[in-house]
């Protein structure tokens, strides 16, 4: 198991990348949050290795048809025992 803080960026406002970042989410059991932040999406994601290395995957190769991902920073974080469900913020 495993947690990432996961800032995209480019064209990801506006293009429904959180839509689709959710769906992705849920395809893989990943649990945590999405949201813009400025002028970039930012991702707290939650998961079993596999399936977050895929999600994260999945994600930076631009979640929606119409975005389009420039950059990516990702983070470890610590285990959050308290997620149970992937929600858009």
Known sequence: MERKHIQ??????????????E????QYHIKGTVQNVDDYVEIYAQGE???LEQ???SVIK???PASSVTDYNIKN???????T?????
């Open 62 to 64: 631009g979640a929606s």
């Open 55 to 57: 999600f994260i995957q």
């Open 23 to 26: 769906r992705i989410a849920n």
């Open 77 to 83: 974080l610590d285990i959050d025992d308290s997620l």
């Open 8 to 21: 995209v960026f480019g064209t990801v406002q506006g293009v429904g990348f959180r839509y689709y970042t």
């Open 85 to 89: 469900e992937f929600k858009t913020i």
């Open 49 to 51: 290795d596999k399936e």
